[in-house]
């Protein structure tokens, strides 16, 4: 399981997610605006802005929201216009970090990002230095309870890469390319999926424990609470045992 996914499981546990949730809104409303100002507002024809209204539906954003943020990026509202970039550093332990941005001042971004780094242990690198590491995927994941060989043969099917079975969950792997189509094939199919999204997969992971796993969820928790970050990708692995002894 990626870092990132393993983050996810770890929020949800901690019930950290629901107490963010406005903080939530006003990423997606970034995504959405720079989604449809880059690809235009009609989601049928902009697979990145249709992900991104899909994604803010599944967290129950108002529609007035998505539509206000999709005039925005289109042109219909006045708005600040963002820059995106990516941050590449180490965590604790050499874990390997991607933060993706998206920013209206990029020397405070980059000064706050550094300093979060730098606070927990970790320190931020030069561009290139980790992103050799990940492979941008469509990721689909199931909770466990439906037939795996059912899923498997049906996803294959549809164009996905490949499906493997985790500790909590099952997980869809497919091209970017492909990733709406393989979701929507498999909704149809009756298989009801707990979270889709493009996400950056790891090819190796790192394990942690004790403080260096400590100051890793530390990072990872700064780092998103940062207004002007939109994602964070890292490819640490901490036991369910270890996680037990610090919740």
């Known amino acids: 399981m990626s870092g990132h996914n393993k983050w996810s499981t770890i929020k949800h546990k901690k019930g950290a997610a629901d107490a963010k949730r406005g903080k939530v809104f006003t990423k997606m409303i970034k995504e959405i ?4 100002k880059l690809g235009g507002g009609d989601p049928a024809a902009n697979p990145r802005l249709r992900t991104a209204i899909d994604k803010a539906k599944a967290e129950n954003m108002p529609k007035d929201n998505i539509e206000r943020a999709i005039k925005k990026g289109t042109g219909g509202m006045e708005g600040v216009t963002y820059e995106e970039i990516v941050y590449e550093g180490y965590g604790p332990g ?4 991607l933060v993706e941005v998206m920013t209206d001042n990029r020397n405070r971004t980059v000064s706050d990002v550094r300093s979060i780094f730098t606070k ?7 561009a290139g230095c980790v992103s050799w590491i990940f492979s941008k995927k469509g990721l689909i994941t199931f909770e ?4 795996f060989e059912q899923l498997f043969e049906a996803a294959i099917e549809a164009g996905a890469d490949d499906v493997t079975e985790e500790e909590e969950q099952f997980e869809v792997l497919t091209d970017p390319s492909n990733f709406i189509e393989v979701r929507e094939a498999l909704e ?3 298989f009801k999926f707990s979270n889709a999204e493009i996400t950056m997969i790891p090819q190796t992971m790192v394990a ?5 796993a400590e100051s890793m969820l ?4 700064k780092l998103e609470d940062n207004d002007d970050v939109q994602n964070v990708y890292a490819n640490f692995d901490i036991s369910a045992d ?6």
């Open 33 to 36: 605006s720079v989604a449809a």
């Open 94 to 97: 050499g874990v390997a970090v």
């Open 120 to 126: 927990t242990n970790g320190n931020m690198g030069e």
């Open 144 to 147: 466990k309870g439906i037939d």
């Open 188 to 190: 149809a199919k009756g």
């Open 208 to 212: 942690l424990e004790g403080k260096q």
């Open 218 to 221: 530390k990072l990872m928790d």
């Open 242 to 247: 270890e996680m037990e002894k610090m919740m």
